[in-house]
């Protein structure tokens, strides 16, 4: 059996920009990877709406610092196959980290913490995948002075500082923005349509990394 952490905020924990809470179960990406690979494999779906890569943001109850939370999941979820990690949008914000390059930075953090974690029972660590979230898109609703331009503009930064993250640290990479995009209403979550396609879009690097 190989297992698989999705490691994400709301993209993957499926909010629904229409106003309708969570996607149903089946329309998550992390249970359209399941299903795509099948009975060998085990998705497990970790995902926080507002979730950053590494930075604090004590606007809500929960902890949302990626890299506060990662080695307790790490630990809880021994042994893994491979982690995949579609992180960054959140640290986007003005009072998180700011930009595409802070996501950078929190990312490659973040690696440095799947690779260098004390696994219980001798175990390896895990491949890893970095994902690119979807680029945020404009919206006809921003009243945030900008707030969202300068989200959308950032957003387009990203696909190309993680996949020379990845490359340099030799993790597999996908990018998210050429099989969905966000949706209009709220200019960063997804669709029923386009959350699934995330899932099948990854399957064929998630086989070849596993050696399926």
């Known amino acids: 059996m190989k297992t698989v952490l999705c490691y ?5 924990f499926g909010h629904d920009p229409a106003g309708n809470g969570r996607h149903a179960h089946k329309d998550r990406w992390p249970m359209v990877l399941q299903k795509a690979l099948g009975e060998g494999v085990e998705v497990l779906s970790e995902a926080l709406g507002g979730r950053t890569t590494a930075y604090d943001d004590h606007t809500a109850a929960a902890d949302r610092n ?6 307790t999941l790490l630990a809880s979820h021994t042994p893994l196959d491979l982690v995949i990690i579609m992180l960054g949008t959140n640290d986007l914000k003005p009072w998180t980290g700011g930009g595409a390059f802070a996501s950078r930075s929190g990312l490659k953090r973040l690696i440095e913490i ?3 974690h004390p696994y219980s029972f001798g175990d390896d660590a895990p491949d890893i995948l970095v994902v690119s979230p979807p680029h945020a898109v404009p919206t006809a609703n921003d009243t945030g002075m900008g707030f969202l331009k300068g989200i959308v503009e950032q957003s387009q930064m990203l696909s190309t500082y993680y996949s020379e993250i990845a490359d340099d640290l ?3 990479f996908y990018d998210a923005a050429s099989v969905a995009t966000a949706s209009p209403i709220d200019g960063v979550h997804l669709d029923a349509d386009n959350t699934r396609a995330i899932g099948r879009g990854v399957e064929p690097m998630v086989r070849m990394m596993l050696g399926l």
């Open 170 to 172: 030799g993790c597999g």
């Open 66 to 71: 990626g890299a506060r939370i990662l080695p």
């Open 8 to 12: 994400g905020d709301s993209l993957t």
């Open 114 to 116: 799947v690779r260098s």
